[in-house]
């Protein structure tokens, strides 16, 4: 009996040459198609929430600098959320960005709550990101198209290709965008390279569209002074990924008490929010620069950081990991990324105004990419992300990566995070 080859197995990508593989060409083709749509997507989404948070005022930055009736806006937030997920039968826990990728499929069909609920929260000032919502967008676009497929692995591949057209507009480069998804889904080996051409293809359409409607992208948004490369700066590095460890552990701990306190009100749809609202919307009153998703607070702490105080920033991290672990419990929807750059962005700030041999650069870029370097195996995305929204050079990246790389191991790549969880689950249970 004659033995198979790998391009005649089932359920296998075809190991021709790329360019005399249909599939690859249908992908492209798709691709293309995924990047205009996602990135005219993105754009609605993305003017609904910059145009709906005008409620709020990135600027304040002190003690008490809120309103009151912010709190009406955001147990109003919650209310709304509520009845959307009620009506729209939405489970009590949905799957996350992390999630999907890792799963590489998103279910078409919770599409439009997902992104019902992002939009409402981000707008009601929820501590979340963007990503969730066009990740949910791009993904479930993929997944529909890819399910005309007979071949799995080309379902796969055109449901990362859809996710990281989502992201092209969105983050400071499409290679970012491309990164991301290869990072978090890692893709088997059979479908890489399908992964990688399409990703690229659909991430850069959606770049070249969004950017000239948009005008403007992450691109070099956090003016940190440059500074002159020391070979101790190294060392330095591996100090801030460990100071960015114990953050991430603060985090999850922060996390679980939420999840514990949150678990009573698992099925209750429209309180669980209302309630989640209350609380974020009282922390916002007290310390204003934990609303929204943080890119334009993290400008206001660089300007005025300083006057600020050490401990008043870490305060700030600290609050904001609170109202990010409410939001993320309570119902509302939203990416984690972006509150997690507040948080090591402002880390990093405090850390420079107790440590003054560290230049602002530094210590800011090494920590606001290394606290969630912490939790999520993506470095290299994490790396050049800071790079690009800081106008860095070459050599100032070697830092954050030992950053990223100490962080991880402390956190993840040790075990620790998963042992926390696992030892949530017998008192869960």
Not at 121 to 134: I, T
Not at 321 to 341: D, N
Not at 389 to 409: D, Q
């Amino acid at each position: 009996m004659a033995t198979m080859t790998g391009a005649e197995q089932p359920g296998t990508l075809p190991i021709a040459p790329l360019a005399r593989s249909r599939d690859f060409w249908v992908l492209i083709r798709d691709a293309v198609v995924f990047g205009v749509v996602l990135a005219f997507g993105g754009l609605v989404f993305l003017a609904i929430v910059e145009n709906g948070d005008f409620w709020g005022d990135p600027q304040s930055n002190g003690w008490w600098g809120g309103s009151w009736w912010w709190i009406a806006v955001t147990a109003g937030t919650g209310l709304i959320v509520g009845l959307i997920r009620h009506f729209l039968h939405m489970p009590a826990h949905t799957p996350g960005l992390i999630d999907e990728l890792e799963e590489e499929r998103v279910e078409p069909r919770s599409v439009p709550g997902t992104v019902a609920v992002s939009a409402m929260s981000l707008v009601g000032g929820a501590s979340l990101g963007p990503e969730a919502a066009l990740g949910s967008m791009g993904g479930g676009l993929g997944t529909y198209v890819g399910q005309r497929r007979t071949d799995p692995d080309m379902q796969k591949a055109t449901m990362l290709t859809g996710t990281s057209g989502a992201y092209g507009g969105l983050l400071a480069s499409p290679i970012v965008a491309t990164l991301l998804v290869l990072e978090m889904a890692k893709p088997h080996r059979r479908r890489f390279t399908h992964v990688v051409f399409g990703s690229l293809v659909s991430s850069t359409v959606a770049f070249a569209i969004f950017y000239p409607i948009a005008g403007t992208t992450f691109l070099g948004i956090y003016d940190v002074s440059s500074y002159d490369f020391k070979d101790w700066y190294l060392l330095a590095g591996v100090g801030l990924g460990l100071a960015a460890a114990v953050g991430a552990l603060v985090l999850a701990v922060i996390t679980g008490i939420v999840r514990k306190l949150v678990a009573p009100l698992a099925e209750r749809t429209i309180l669980r929010p209302v309630i989640g609202g209350v609380v974020f919307g009282i922390v916002a009153v007290a310390l204003p620069l934990t609303l929204f998703t943080g890119s334009d607070q993290l400008r206001t702490v660089l300007g005025s950081g300083s006057g600020l105080g050490a401990g008043f920033l870490l305060l700030v991290v600290l609050a904001k990991m609170i109202t990010f672990s409410v939001c993320m419990e309570s119902g509302f929807i939203g990416g984690p990324f972006f509150p997690m750059l507040f948080m090591g962005g402002t880390y990093g700030y405090a850390i420079h105004l107790l440590i003054p041999e560290l230049p602002v650069a530094l210590a800011f870029s090494c920590v606001f990419a290394a606290l969630p370097g912490a939790i999520v195996a993506a470095p290299f995305t994490l790396v050049m992300l800071a790079a690009l929204m800081m106008n860095l050079g070459a050599v100032e990246t070697v830092p954050i990566a030992l950053a990223v790389l100490t962080s991880y191991i402390a956190v993840t790549g040790s075990g620790v995070l998963v042992a926390m969880a696992n030892r949530r689950k017998p008192s869960a249970g």
